[in-house]
């Protein structure tokens, strides 16, 4: 989470200055979800994300200056600087896509889902996507599939009752997430996102079923979203949450409490692991910094696979 | 009386002009007017500006239903690609209605929604795809290039009795230009001569019409005297004026921001060639983006885009002052 | 709602009747002039009494949209079936002019404002019909038909969501006849496989959803017309799952030109080889149980529905007839544009 944090934090900087362009949705509230979930999956299990996608895809795995690399559209970036933010792909660690549409991947969770039934493996999917594309008509059509077809997808919803720069309340009358899917006898349940442990019971349950080749199933985490929907949003339309309420609902500070308090790490190994996330990411700036931008002959060459 | 004010405020102009003068025009969309506190919704309410779910097929789907029943829907779509989501709505349901009825009824509906976000928004939120909607005859498309013509395309959008894509182009947003108060509307189907001259024709749409013109100061200076032409509307197209004007200089050179294949450069292209063949004395040549996804990184993304240089590069060429590339 | 009186009961017989007399004929059409019926046509046959209660819950100002399967709807609200029949040929004074055929019919000025030939597309238009009578506030109510296979399209979700949180005066008519073409409900849907009824799919709107046995009128009528009162007075939209039997295939074959069109029989028995399930739906006929009932009840007298009977088929004769007389539009007329562009 630290590095997440920290990651999204330094991003936030390198935006102002220009280093990385274009639209860029920071995952600072969402750490805990990312970790809690992704920490459990393997390289051989698949991870599709939306548009708010950096921290999944380092918990799943995609090196840290290869994602910054491809923040500040360069040639070593994971995509060679083609994708971009909302575009990050790391098939090697199972992280199979971010998208700019809301919703837009939960399709093709199912379609991954689906060659697990049929490959017989015990290979899970997953699909995070916020409380937004629930009324989008996608999400109606896949879960009724995923349902039909019981397939083993997770879907983890991060529900942070913002959808782009309006409230829950304007899109839907339905306050949870859980509630929409009931009809169609999905297992479910709701969690407090930034509860990390929660997060990470809640899921490791419902990995096991699915592993099974049970499914499918739905996770929904009570999130905060820390920052503007995207980064220059002037978030005239939030009131911003106190500190001391913030401190209440980040995952890192609650779980960095806990962890001190029941005494699974103590004050010189926190430290000791910030300091190694910062030291990592400084090393990804570099890198990123460091490295050509891609050649422009090369475009041509990755519109169409080669047969 | 004109005053200088940017284009996203002409348009938003426009907007409340239109819903002043006519009780039956509604606006919705998401993001739009969230907090009560919007000039809009203090202007006309709740019922008449609404803010929608994402949900584009119910958006766009649901303007058509108000436009069956009398009223003039403008949907907030946000960009061009989020109408592909809909995409039936959009190509097969409100362009087709009318005609399937036998002219019974009509579909006044305007979608509203940006493009050419060129500004690494990357492959899926960049595109210019309104090519494809000139392929679907009953569906009007406006591409204002000027502060003034985003608010009188917007206006004649909502007096129209047609759907019209509405596309505004996000590079232009900041853009000041002299607009004209009060009610404001610019006609569909006639193109503007943005500069007049005589050794070549230059047909530009939206962004690309700035990039034309500054190509047209730089080849002043090579003694090009170039006429720039603004569509303004892709549907219905002025080919009156641009055939006029290639009468005139005999060369034509397009300029475009969405790909070669497909795209709006093309359809005027063969309408030249077609209808003003004599007058051509050389081939046409287009300006276009590359037929590849928009890339994210900068350096790519400014190689894939059509620009002042690249209109000069191919107008030399079209007047046989530089040798055509390989 | 108002009561339904004798008269009402036996105006509700009458158009039931004329709706299957005159999709009858379509039908026929295939075999006595081949030909003569283009492309692909889709018969409510079976679905008379789903349809009829609906409409009866209609008042005037309110309107309605359908799918392709859409012949039932103008018959009852009243346009001349000479013009529906002509359109459905082709001919130069269909009720669309021949532009539209069999899947587009559209009779606006009876409130019957056009369809969609693509699955659920006209389910989002009826809720923007909705948003106008909210607009006008006049206590308009919208009548959305649709079947149940359109409940597994996006365009579904996305309506009844925004419905409920606009309170629309919209009622969703699902008519569920338990296949999407030659696919039936349980292999598609999650609530049919789970053996729940469709309109669990409400809750996820917040919305009350109903079923109702479609094959019975008045129970037809006093759903949805309890829902448009509902919607009129402001409550919003509700769901009413009708479960009717489609007495017919889902539609005429498709093939290319040269082959001839005819109606198969009904996918239980093409598909599934179920005849048996064919059969018990033959059985329950609504239009003849309606009839047996209203007689039995005393509302109805036999010898005045067997008048009734001939008036409608004479009158479904003639609609064939003047259909058949009909001249073709002016080939020239396809390029009016003024149809293309208001």
């Known amino acids: 989470m630290w590095r997440i944090r920290l990651f999204e934090e330094r991003v936030a900087q390198l935006k102002r200055t220009l280093q990385v362009h274009g639209l860029i949705h920071l995952s600072i509230g969402g750490e805990g979800v990312a970790a809690a979930v992704c920490r459990q999956l393997r390289d051989d299990d698949s991870v599709y994300s939306g548009h708010r996608a950096h921290g999944h895809a380092i918990a799943k795995g995609a090196p840290l200056d290869r994602v910054m690399a491809e923040l500040m559209g360069r040639e070593s970036g994971l995509c060679h600087g083609l994708g971009g933010s909302m575009h990050l792909v790391d098939s090697e660690h199972g992280f199979m896509g971010a998208t700019g549409v809301v919703g837009g991947n939960l399709p093709l969770a199912l379609g991954t889902a689906l060659t697990q039934h049929l490959e017989g493996t015990d290979q899970v999917t997953v699909v995070f996507f916020g409380d937004g594309a629930v009324q989008a008509g996608h999400f109606n059509e896949s879960i009724n599939l995923a349902a039909l077809w019981k397939l083993p997808v997770i879907f983890v919803c991060e529900n942070n009752g913002m959808a782009e720069f309006t409230s829950r309340d304007e899109h839907s009358t339905i306050e949870r997430v859980s509630d929409v899917v009931a009809p169609y006898g999905f297992e479910r349940t709701t969690v407090e996102g930034s509860n990390v442990p929660a997060v990470y019971e809640a899921f490791a349950a419902f990995l096991e079923a699915a592993r099974a080749g049970q499914g499918p199933m739905l996770l929904e985490c009570v999130t905060y979203r820390r920052r503007g929907h995207y980064e220059g949003d002037a978030e005239k339309y939030r009131d911003p949450l106190a500190e001391q309420a913030w401190a209440e609902r980040d995952p890192l500070a609650q779980l960095q409490r806990r962890s001190l308090n029941d005494g699974w790490i103590d004050e010189s190994s926190a430290t000791a692991i910030e300091q190694d996330a910062a030291a990592e990411i400084e090393e990804a700036v570099r890198f990123g910094r460091d490295s050509p931008f891609p050649d422009p002959d090369s475009l041509a060459t990755l519109v169409y696979a080669a047969t | ?326 | 709602m108002e009561q339904l009186d004798n008269d009402r009961l036996v105006w509700m017989f009458t158009q039931m009747l004329r709706i299957r007399e005159f999709e009858e004929r379509v039908k026929r059409t295939f075999e006595e002039h081949p030909g003569v019926i283009r492309g692909h046509t889709h018969l409510a046959d079976g679905a008379e009494a789903s349809i009829v209660g609906s409409l009866a819950a209609l008042q005037p100002g309110d309107q309605l949209m359908a799918t392709y399967r859409c012949h039932g709807y103008p018959i009852a609200l009243g346009t001349d079936t000479k013009s529906i029949m002509a359109e459905i040929y082709g001919r130069k004074d269909g009720l669309c002019g021949g532009y539209g055929g069999s899947m587009h019919l559209a009779d606006p000025g009876r409130g019957f404002m056009g369809t969609s030939g693509i699955v659920g597309q006209g389910i989002p238009q009826a809720t923007g019909l909705a948003f106008a009578a909210q607009l006008r506030g006049q206590s308009q109510v919208v009548l959305s038909f649709f079947g149940d296979g359109a409940s597994k399209q996006g365009a579904f979700h996305e309506s009844l969501n925004l419905a409920s949180l606009w309170k629309l005066p919209v009622v969703y008519v699902m008519e569920n006849n338990n296949y999407n073409v030659a696919t039936r409900s349980e292999q598609e849907d999650a609530n049919a496989a789970a053996g729940q009824p469709l309109s669990t799919k409400a809750a996820a709107y917040s919305m009350p959803g109903v079923t109702i046995d479609g094959g019975d009128p008045v129970a037809v009528y006093e759903s949805v017309g309890a829902a448009a009162d509902r919607a009129r007075a402001g409550e919003g939209p509700t769901l009413v799952e009708s479960k009717v039997y489609r007495l017919s295939a889902h539609g005429n074959i498709i093939a290319p030109p040269g082959v001839p069109l005819h109606y198969p029989e009904h996918e239980a028995i093409t598909t599934f080889g179920n005849r048996e399930e064919y059969e018990a739906a033959l059985r329950g006929d609504p239009v003849p149980r309606f009839r047996a009932r209203l007689i039995e009840q005393g509302a109805l007298d036999p010898a005045r529905a067997d008048e009734i009977t001939q008036e409608v088929r004479d009158e479904m004769d003639a609609a064939v007839k003047f259909a058949l007389d009909d001249p073709f539009p002016e080939p020239e007329a396809a390029a009016r544009n003024d149809y293309v562009y208001a």
């Open chain 2, 1 to 326: 009386m004109a005053r200088e004010i940017p284009y996203i405020a002409a348009v938003q102009e426009a907007i409340r002009v239109e819903m002043e003068r006519d009780p039956t025009v509604v606006f919705y969309g998401q993001d739009v007017a969230p907090s009560d506190e919007d000039p809009l919704v203090q202007a006309f309410g709740r019922e008449r500006v609404r803010v929608s779910p994402i949900s584009e097929t119910a958006e766009i789907g649901m303007a058509v239903g108000l436009a069956l029943a009398g009223y003039r829907p403008v949907v907030e779509l946000l960009m061009a690609e989020f109408m592909l989501v809909a995409m039936n709505q959009v190509v097969n349901e409100a362009p087709r209605l009318r005609y399937m009825s036998g002219g019974q009824v009509k579909v006044p509906a305007v979608f509203k929604a940006g493009y050419g976000f060129t500004a690494g928004w990357a492959g899926q939120h960049t595109g210019s795809i309104y090519g494809m909607f000139m392929g679907f005859p009953g569906l009007k498309i406006a591409l204002p290039a000027t502060p003034a013509d985003a608010k009188g395309l917007m206006a004649a959008a909502i007096r129209d009795d047609n759907p019209v894509c509405y596309l505004i182009n996000y590079l232009l947003v900041l853009e000041h230009g002299d607009v004209p108060e009060g009610e404001y509307v610019v006609p569909f189907g006639e193109a503007a001569i943005r500069r007049g001259g005589s050794d070549v024709t230059i047909v530009a749409t939206g962004w690309t019409v700035g990039q034309a013109l500054a190509a047209a100061e730089t080849l002043k200076s090579e003694g090009i005297d170039a006429e720039v032409i603004d569509p303004r509307t892709l549907n219905p197209l002025d080919t009156g004026t641009i055939l006029s004007s290639v009468e005139k200089t005999g060369r034509l050179v397009i300029a475009d921001q969405g790909t070669r294949h497909g795209g709006a450069s093309a359809v005027i292209a063969s309408e030249v060639a077609e209808h003003g063949f004599s007058s051509l004395k050389a081939p046409i040549a287009q300006v276009t983006a590359l037929d590849v996804t928009v890339p994210y990184s900068e350096p790519m993304e400014a190689y894939v885009l059509p620009n002042a240089e690249k209109i000069a590069g191919t107008v030399r060429q079209v007047l046989g002052e530089a040798p055509v590339a390989a």
